[in-house]
């Protein structure tokens, strides 16, 4: 299976990832490499078998949960504290809407 | 107090009868240790960094309990490495990227709280690949770990740094993070025991996510029985993490009573075919001495094994790609310096912060993830996932345990394989199968290459029979003569 370079970017610019013209020419090799491996999965007649998202044990419906009950949160100022910009409690970034 | 020449051996059980006896404080030992670790740590590059100020107030909260006649825990005064991708309020926390130089976490990890609860002491946070994203801790930002076996050689990854701390000597155990073989691999590459639990048997809470379905915290011993103890200490449900599990923890120290004979054990023929190697003679051997032990010994199947390799980097890179997304520059401490928008600022942020390993499963797991795909990929690796834990859930009904090897080869040389991935993720075949079924296994030394390079052998018990699978690596530990 081959990736094209065009296909490398469009995915990039799905996953947020800058990418440089270097990083595209050597994931169009890789990642080609890789998918053409994961197509093994194709020998297998999975028609009648049942996805499998998790490890599950049996467990009461209700098991999970928890009691309701208050607890204390971080609070704005350490939650914000490795932000690289943060300031009156708050997150900042760079404008997103412009007048 | 004990000579600096004998905490590089130092055992869980030999450091309660050092404390009991009176011949160092728990503080004298974590002074001491803490001094070893950081003259010896420059050779390996094992930990990123200490945390002496925690230690000894952990080393002096154990000392307090001794002297008011108080139970100190059983990992009272035992100095422990933890890997960097579980987080420590107030200690430095990388997850060996860039992009978390500088996080200082608000909160501990449920396992951290355990451990130090137990009386453990941490002495600092160890190297890793990149967000747990490797086999040879050759993709962590912070430079690679050194095998203290051959110091050319590779530690194995991606917990590369606990698993060389423990060999080392610079911790007594070690935390690390397993979610294709990154506790096993690295044991084995290095010499000691190390252990991937059940499924939910310890909480992930605290622990950075790399794929949420195959991720498990685990321990690192230079014998079973201090890693026995260890997952212990930090086994159990917990509410912050909704998939911990609620069955109830066994004593497992108190079941290593060497009763292994008759214990029925499996050899998968899909994992000894072509393993014309040492490592195959090693583990081939190793079997010998459990049968000497008297366990039988047969032959099985476990007929999907070949399509392992492909499900698993499916399920792995899809989950790490939505994982990874919260690392986008607003919130976790590192953001590129210009960038006028916030779509820009977000990209550059993370084409700037993310190793090659990491940007190359976030492109794999977004492909495997976009629209058209979903169904050809990871529904399709999700249905195989199935299949390949039937093949385990069928073994278990005629054999009570699976022996394998960790890993096809010992530690490879530093930049030998790192400019092929697939031939990387090819190497993980033996590990990542039971992380897809979510059952213990360990690996556990069975000897050395003629080159003088350590090898493990794999144990694999069903859901929760973790003291099956210590008691037959406690025995075979005893039986072989291999254990530090």
Redesign the interface.
Known sequence: MILSETQVRYVADLANLRLTEDEVRRMAADLGEVLTHMEKLNELDTSAVEPMAQVLYQAEETATWREDRERPGLGSEVATANAPLAGAGFFKVPKVIER | MTAPTEIPALTIAQVREGLAKRHFSAEELAREALAFAEAENPKTNAYLHFSPERAIAAARRVDEKLARGEDPGPLAGVPVAVKDVIVTQGVRSTAGSKLLA???P??DATAVIRLEQAGGVILGKANCDEFAMGSSNENSAFGPVRNPVDLERVPGGSSGGPAAAVAQGTAVVALGSDTGGSIRQPASFCGVVGVTPT??RVSRYGLIAFAS?LDHIGPFGRNVRDAATLLQAIAGRD?LD??S???PVPDYAALLNGAVRGTKIGLPREYFKGLASETGDLVTRGVEVLKRLGCEVREISLP?T??A???Y??ICTAEA?SNL?RF????????SAD??????????T???G?G?EC??R???G???L?AGYYDA?Y?????????I?RDFSEAFREVDAIVTPVSPFPAFKLGEKLDD??AM??SDIYTITGDL??IPCMSVPCGKTAGGLPVGMQILTK?FDEPGMFRLADAFEKAGGFGG
Do not use: C
């Open positions: 500088n996080y200082i608000p909160y499924y939910g379905s509410e909704s998939t599990a609620f069955a999907h070949d399509y390799i492909g499900a980097y499916i790609s997304a986008d520059g607003v919130r976790y401490t590192f953001r960038s006028a928008t916030l779509s820009d600022m977000y990209r550059n993370r084409g700037e993310f090659a940007k190359r976030i492109m794999l977004t492909y495997v976009s990929y529904l399709k690796a999700q249905k195989v996932r199935h299949l834990a991935p697939l993720y090819l079924a979510g859901h």
